[in-house]
Each structure stands twice: as structure tokens, then as C-alpha cells.
């Protein structure tokens, strides 16, 4: 019940943004077309409320926001680079990385910043034994702990203090 | 002063489409392809996005494209990771010059 009305002010809030200017018709509508779509896919998103309570979980996702910005924008330059260099000087491979990682949210956020950054990109999950497939474009080495030393461990400790 | 600040945003993302683009046509196989279009494309839209926000404030435009920038880092990745999934299992090859592929390997036992 309680993750219903988390998912029901997150949409609201959506629905007001896409809705700027506030007024009493938006609103109305936007209660009702909230309502259906948690009503339809209430248990599907929010699976646990508890971890919202924490307020160092958010601190930590503040924290996160600057170093994954930063790492973004070095990858775009790196890859930029390779583009406009008149040989494209790359070594590509896929390497297999290991993580600590459980939880769904977490496990897709780290995905989704392993392919943002860094002149990776994941390819598969294999969420049983924690390993993730990650092509990288200039493989410094195969071999799997040092891949996990240089493309994991900034992101997931972090990821591991906001989510797990 | 917002909107030369938000023009030098667009600025900055049109060149980093660009650069997106050209690593399409240069790079060799589909998952370096995906590499660069993903990265920067990203990047370049939503810098044009966040230019668009910082030259309207907060009205209905600037705030439907400060929207958009959530949902565009939010999907992006995940199109890119499943294609890239998709690209490998059915068997679309490596570059030749590739290093490794643990990939293949693992999925042969």
C-alpha cells in the first residue's frame, strides 16, 4: 500500500511538469490518469519503501550526481578523440567484470553507468553469480579482477550506499 | 546572461552529436558503433535539452525539456545494452582485431 502512493506522487509530479502552467483542470485530470496507472502497475516499480527513510542514502545519490557528470564528460572527450584521430587507435574486446551488487535498481543503475562512461559498454547480466559483460574499447588488460579494478569499484561503492 | 550561457550549452551538445555521427561511419563493428553513438549522442542531447531549459526558465517549454533530460539518461543506456545483448546473441562477430571475447567463451559451456 504504502509503495502505491510513493509511485502515485512520483507520477503526479511527472504529470504537473509536463503540465507547467498549474491549474485547477490539470490537476483534476492528473489525480485521475495517476490513479489508473498505479492502479494497473502499482506493484511493478517501488519495491521497497523502507530504503527512502535513510537520509545518508540521499546525501550518497548527491554525492553521485558530480562524479558521474564529471566521468561522462572525460569518456565523451576520450571517445571523441578516437573518432577524429586519423588511425582510430582502438583495441576492443569483451571482458567480464565482477560485482558486489544485488538489487535490481542498483544493478541497473550500474549498467547504465558502466555504458555512460568510461569507454565501456555492458553487454549482458548474469545477475546468479554477479558477473557483468562489458565491451570495452581499449582493453588495458582481459584478465577479470584487474576490469573489475579499473571499471567497477568507483561506481558500485557508491551505488552500494544508496541502494543495498 | 541565461541565454549566452544556454547558447554555449547547444553549442557544446550539437558538436558532440557531431562527433557521435562521424563515430558511426569510422568506428569498425556494431558494438564500438553503439559505444559512440550512445555516449556522445547522449551527452549532445541533453546539453542542446539543457540549453533549451536555461534559455526559457521555468516555463512550460523549459521544464518539459528539463523532463526530458531524466528520461533520455534513464533509456538510452538500456536500448544500447539491449542491442548490444541482442547483436551478440545472434551472432554478429567481433572486429577482427578484437583482443578477447569472454562472452563467446563463457556461453560455449
Not at chain 1, 558486489?100 to 546468479?128: C, P
Not at chain 2, 518539459?64 to 533520455?72: E, V
Amino acid at each position: 500500500m504504502r509503495s502505491w502512493v510513493v509511485l502515485f506522487i512520483v507520477v503526479f509530479v511527472i504529470w504537473l511538469g509536463l503540465s507547467w502552467p498549474i491549474d485547477i483542470q490539470h490537476i483534476l485530470a492528473g489525480i485521475i490518469v495517476s490513479a489508473l496507472v498505479v492502479y494497473f502497475m502499482g506493484d511493478m516499480f517501488v519495491g521497497r519503501v523502507n530504503i527512502l527513510k535513510r537520509p545518508s542514502r540521499y546525501l550518497w545519490f548527491l554525492y553521485y550526481i558530480p562524479v558521474f557528470l564529471w566521468e561522462w564528460l572525460k569518456a565523451n572527450i576520450g571517445v571523441s578523440y578516437k573518432v577524429i584521430h586519423p588511425f582510430v587507435p582502438i583495441k576492443p574486446g569483451i571482458v567480464k567484470v565482477r560485482t558486489k551488487l544485488k538489487k535490481d535498481i542498483s544493478l541497473t543503475l550500474l549498467a547504465n553507468s558502466i555504458t555512460l562512461t568510461g569507454e565501456t559498454l555492458s553487454v549482458d547480466i548474469d545477475k546468479e553469480n554477479g558477473f557483468i559483460y562489458v565491451h570495452w574499447m581499449d582493453v588495458a588488460s582481459p584478465d577479470t579482477d584487474k576490469a573489475t579494478k579499473t571499471i567497477v569499484r568507483k561506481f558500485e561503492k557508491i551505488l552500494e550506499r544508496i541502494f543495498e | 546572461m541565461n541565454e549566452t550561457i544556454g547558447i554555449i550549452f547547444i553549442f557544446v551538445g550539437i558538436i558532440f552529436d557531431f562527433f557521435g555521427c562521424l563515430g558511426l561511419i569510422r568506428l569498425p563493428d556494431v558494438y564500438n558503433r553503439l559505444q559512440a553513438s550512445t555516449k556522445c549522442v547522449t551527452l549532445g542531447t541533453v546539453s542542446i535539452l539543457f540549453g533549451l531549459f536555461l534559455f526559457n526558465g521555468f516555463s512550460s517549454m523549459g521544464i518539459k525539456a528539463f523532463l526530458c533530460i531524466g528520461f533520455i539518461i534513464l533509456t538510452a543506456p538500456v536500448s544500447a545494452h539491449a542491442l548490444a545483448g541482442a547483436a551478440h546473441r545472434s551472432g554478429v562477430k567481433l572486429w577482427v582485431k578484437s583482443v578477447c571475447d569472454k562472452y563467446a567463451e563463457d556461453k560455449k559451456e
